[in-house]
């Protein structure tokens, strides 16, 4: 769906302003650096960021666990309390298969986590160029996972699914 140029000249301003004054707590913008998650980011795109809890499917910026300032962006799958599993190229999460819209990777190697209550599961909608996430760094606490991705403002202004 294309956004109208007034959405798109919104949503601009707003992001320029939070860059510029920091005017509004809790949104943020960034700008995507690789290829992890494509198609629905590609490395130019241009998004902004919400503060809240995340859900799963939803896209979040988070700060490498190990890495201070290196910032990675990749989709929640995994969510506190539940048993996640990668077998036979598929996630399943408590022993059911998860549904993968957003992506048509089978997604390797095997691997189980227990998550804890303040835990959660990253994976990069690419599996095959996805580096750093949970299949390398493990579980990633959930308060470090509350920069949701809200919309892609540049180049062609869109929510994200």
């Known amino acids: 769906m294309r956004w109208p140029r007034t959405f798109a000249t919104l949503v601009a301003a707003a992001a320029g302003g939070v860059a510029a004054r920091r005017a509004y707590r809790g ?9 992890s998650m494509v198609p629905v980011l590609r490395p130019g795109d241009r998004i902004l960021t919400w503060e809240r809890e995340p859900s799963r499917s939803d896209i979040v910026v988070f700060e490498h666990p190990s890495r201070p300032d290196f910032w ?7 969510l506190p309390g539940e048993h996640v599993e ?9 022993g059911a298969p998860l549904d ?3 992506t048509t990777d089978p997604t390797g190697p095997d691997a189980s986590w ?3 209550p303040n835990e959660a599961i ?40």
């Open 86 to 94: 990668i077998t036979d190229g598929r996630v399943l999460t408590d």
């Open 100 to 102: 993968e819209p957003w």
């Open 122 to 161: 990253v994976l990069g909608d690419a599996r095959s160029l996805s580096a750093g996430d949970s299949r390398q760094i493990g579980p990633v606490p959930i308060e470090n996972l509350r920069r949701v991705v809200v919309a892609r403002y540049w180049p062609d202004p869109r929510m994200i699914p």
């Open 72 to 78: 990675m962006v990749k989709r929640v799958i995994g």
């Open 114 to 116: 227990d998550l804890d």
């Open 27 to 35: 949104l943020a913008r960034f700008e995507i650096s690789e290829a």
